[in-house]
């Protein structure tokens, strides 16, 4: 990917405080290690519920928001916006209580088995049917981890065949629900949102918009790109591209930043994540102006989102500047090194 510097280009641009809508700060002391990076770039993030065990309860989303809290960086005010872990035991009321009290912004659905800590996720989506009724009547998201897992399909089949079994008999069951697809990654699901007239967004991810399979596999494996979902054909990450820089509403950001430590991305069974929080805004940047959309970036980052969550814009601002941001290789925590994203090109903006 090339992005090359003219005379007229811009050597600054001033944009909304960004959020993140969907995003892994773990726990313990990859919290702790972690959180800074993203409050220092970013005002809001949904906050994923996958951790061991999930968040499950109105009582353990507010236990961990108040440990968030305890970990951002002195004088910060960054606010995570939590979520719900669902499974076939969650409570209806549970999670309107949550909602009504101010404290949660979504529901996260994993498919059993999907990804990353996913093992408490919904089999039987027959009885999930109740809260997903009681979500659509007082208006909290449902955000998707969009893919099944059935061991007989294609791993890079697995979005498009959800959309097909799970995620259109779903809405169609509860047309009310509004829905956020999160980290998509091939063009039918992009298709599959623009189709819709309402009540269904998605989440692109730094990673997806610059990766495709081949960078995982071609010339020797490189665990730091494998993700899940995982990256797809050339054509579904130009799709992604085309959607995140179209100015449709109905893409923002969700950088699915995702922390492993390197022995545990170096290993016979490797896990699953990108960890971007470091350097997505420089990346964005560099993506969205080799698409000629720098005019578009604002609006994916800061303001789709927040409109489709219902929640005001950030009032503060950022800016960035033209030159190489001061972006380490790894960072460091307690549990072991956490390898920052590469994107695999020279970096040309940074945070100011």
Known sequence: MTNPITNHAPQ????????????????????HAVLPWTAAHFARAIIMPNLVPPVVTMAEATAYRARILAARPEGSVFQPLMTLYLTEETDPEDVARAH??????????????????SASGVTDFARVQPVLDRMAEIGLPLCVHGEVTDGDIDIFDREAVFIDRILDPLRNRTP????????????????YV?????????????????????????????????????AKREEHRVALVQAATSGDARFFLGTDSA??????KLQPCGCAGCFTAPNTLPILAHVFEGAGA??????????HGP??????????????TRGTP?????IHTEEGPVTVFDPGFALDWRVA
């Open 194 to 230: 623009r189709s819709a007239p309402e009540n269904l967004a998605a989440t692109i991810t730094t990673h997806h918009l610059v990766i495709n399979r081949n960078h995982i596999l071609a010339g020797g494996i490189r665990p730091h790109y494998y993700c899940l979902p995982v």
């Open 12 to 31: 600054s641009l001033t944009i909304r405080t960004p959020d993140d809508w969907h995003l892994h700060l773990r726990d313990g002391a990859m919290l």
């Open 307 to 320: 409109a489709y969550y219902r929640l005001p814009p950030n009032e503060s601002h950022i800016i960035l």
């Open 176 to 191: 009310g629900l509004r829905v956020i697809m999160e980290h998509i990654t091939t063009s039918t699901a992009a298709d």
């Open 326 to 330: 001061d972006i380490p290789q790894h």
């Open 294 to 303: 720098l005019d578009r970036l604002e609006g994916f980052t800061s303001l």
């Open 100 to 117: 009504a009290s101010g404290l949660i912004q979504a529901v996260k659905l994993y498919p059993a088995g999907a990804t990353t800590n």
């Open 259 to 264: 922390p492993h430590t390197d022995p545990a």
